[in-house]
């Protein structure tokens, strides 16, 4: 419940403007690191394999606060709905202008459908849960409006063989 309601006051705060945001030099290995630390024993558990594959020495220009917000919110996502004995992997590449960050996964069960819903407020792709455990349908609400906050933007897709990616993109100045 202290889950649902602090995400409730977040998206709050992002809709009403009320959120300041401190941009300074975010090294993303190291951060995707710090926040898959809390998943890593519920992912031994499970037998899921994590892979950060970011270069050690990316950068960006972003809040590191809120950036920690949206990458635990995918990791937590990524160790719920992965398979048994499945992968999970960071991977991230500057473009042009930009810094792209992806998080996936093995096990995806959604139809591509689906999978142009996940950051629907309150939406579940598993109806029969939807009174159970702590995922009510805001994490990626929150992650979507975060990252747009940031400056940038959030995509997930589905690959073949079940593959789930959210790709954040985030300008290089924002």
């Excluded at 990524?78 to 992806?102: C, F, H, L, N, P």
């Excluded at 996964?105 to 939406?123: I, K, P, Y």
């Excluded at 159970?132 to 990626?140: A, F, Q």
């Amino acid at each position: 419940m202290q889950s649902v309601v602090s995400n409730l006051l977040m998206l709050a705060r992002l809709d009403a403007r009320q959120i300041t945001f401190r941009t300074e030099d975010v090294r993303l290995a190291e951060l995707v690191h710090a926040c898959w630390r809390p998943f890593a024993d519920k992912a031994v558990g499970r037998e899921i394999a994590f892979e950060n594959g970011i270069p050690a020495d990316m950068t960006c220009q972003l809040d590191r606060e809120h950036l920690s917000m949206v990458l635990s919110n995918l990791l937590d996502n990524a160790v719920e709905y992965t398979d048994e004995r499945g992968r999970i992997w960071a991977a991230a590449r500057q473009a042009d202008d930009s810094v792209k960050v992806m998080i996936s996964n093995t096990g995806c069960q959604l139809t591509a459908e689906q999978v142009s819903h996940v950051f629907d407020f309150f939406w579940r792709g598993d109806s029969s849960r939807l009174g159970t455990g702590t995922h009510c349908g805001l994490g990626l609400a929150l992650v979507q409006r975060l990252v747009k906050a940031l400056g940038g933007s959030a995509v997930a897709e589905l690959q073949p063989g079940g593959i789930f990616i959210v790709q954040l993109t985030f300008p290089t100045n924002p």
